[in-house]
């Protein structure tokens, strides 16, 4: 029933971020080249996002927000999904039980645009609505029929902070998607979409962090045709930045297994260990780091909504980082 769709939902959606955090996978499953991300008052009063991917026809929409539907394939645990509400056809419902929800569709390849109006579940009727190719949808007054999930909502600037990281992860994990955050009305950040990764770290933290960053490229350590001889990871890639070029936070050391924005302790310590001492007490480094391992050599149940994931051979791992980071940073005299 409502109650019950109600408090499962505010177990899964958690915040404003977990929202632009649903519609950026859709936006990027629906093979967007364009992603605007606009919130406004920190994502409580508003978060809309708008895509150019495939878009939706009449029907598609109306079975887009119904209970476990989904247009999408998936053996389930796969890394693709982690700290997602995955394959399941959940997250349009979900989101949709607890604000009012607008979605503007019109397939890219033809056909014309609808709109479809949820609020508290409730679901409107199907309509036509002039709206470009692609999606947008929009989430608004979020949490005002569970009073009790809106009252652990932070202030503003809290909730915009989870909003910009979750963007950020997404814009750097995908360099050759145009992703752009505005807040309020202002713009935040704008990636190109070139798909050049110095340029999007360019975009997201500016000159000073970018020009201070330096280029991983931990091949494989595995010889060609001989599988025995295959270690825990493929490849590292990505950017570390100099030593003095540090915050006090940890959120700037971004790491992603496999293409996927993950949080682990062990690739974090891989990476302080590669510093070996140069940085200063409590500060990290700015890393955009993408490690490639054989898929089965991780796992992502470690915790089903947060990010995390372990590794089958985590000191293996942690080697293979430590050494291609220091490595990178050795080639700059550092
Ligand atoms: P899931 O992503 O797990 O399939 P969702 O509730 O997030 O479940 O979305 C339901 C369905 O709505 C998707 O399977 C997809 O067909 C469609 N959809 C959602 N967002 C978009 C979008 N931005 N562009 C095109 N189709 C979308
Ligand atoms: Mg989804």
Request: hydrophobic share 35%; proline share 4%; charged share 25%.
């Amino acid at each position: 029933d409502a109650t019950i769709r109600r408090i499962a939902a505010g177990e899964v959606v958690e915040r404003p971020a977990s929202v632009v955090k649903e519609l950026l996978e859709n936006s990027l499953d629906a093979d967007a080249s364009r992603v605007t991300v606009a919130v406004e008052g920190g994502g409580v009063d508003g978060v809309r996002v708008r895509d150019d991917g495939v878009g939706m026809t009449a029907t598609d929409l109306e079975r887009a927000v119904e209970e476990h539907t989904t247009s999408k394939i998936s053996d389930g645990d796969d890394l693709d999904r982690v700290g997602t509400l995955g394959f399941r056809g959940e997250a349009l419902h979900t989101i949709g039980a607890v604000s009012r929800l607008t979605i503007r569709s019109r397939p890219r390849d033809g056909g014309r645009g609808h709109e479809l109006v949820v609020e508290g579940g409730e679901a409107g009727e199907v309509t036509p609505s002039g709206c470009p190719p692609g999606t947008v949808v929009e989430v608004e007054d979020l949490f005002y029929n569970t009073p009790a999930r809106k009252k652990f909502l932070k202030t503003e600037a809290t909730e915009f902070d989870h909003v910009n990281r979750v963007v950020t992860q997404y814009a750097l994990a995908n360099p050759d998607v145009a992703t752009a955050l505005e807040h309020d009305g202002r713009e935040v950040f704008a990636t190109e979409g070139t798909g050049d990764l110095e340029s999007t770290v360019l975009a997201v933290y500016g000159r000073e962090v970018a020009s201070s960053m330096v280029a991983v490229d931990g091949g494989s350590a595995t010889t060609p045709g001989d599988a025995e001889a295959e270690g825990p990871v493929e490849s590292v890639s990505g950017l570390v930045s100099h030593p003095e070029t540090t915050r006090a936070g940890r959120e700037y050391l971004s790491t992603f297994v496999n293409g996927r924005y993950v949080t682990a302790g062990t690739l974090r310590e891989a990476v302080l260990d590669a510093y070996g001492g140069q940085l200063a007490s409590d500060r990290y480094p700015f890393a955009v780091l993408f490690v490639e391992v054989p898929p089965g050599a991780v796992d992502v149940n470690v915790h089903p909504r947060k990010m995390e994931v372990r590794f089958d051979d985590e000191s293996g791992v942690a080697e293979a980082v430590t050494t291609a980071v220091r490595e990178a940073l050795l080639d700059e005299g550092l």
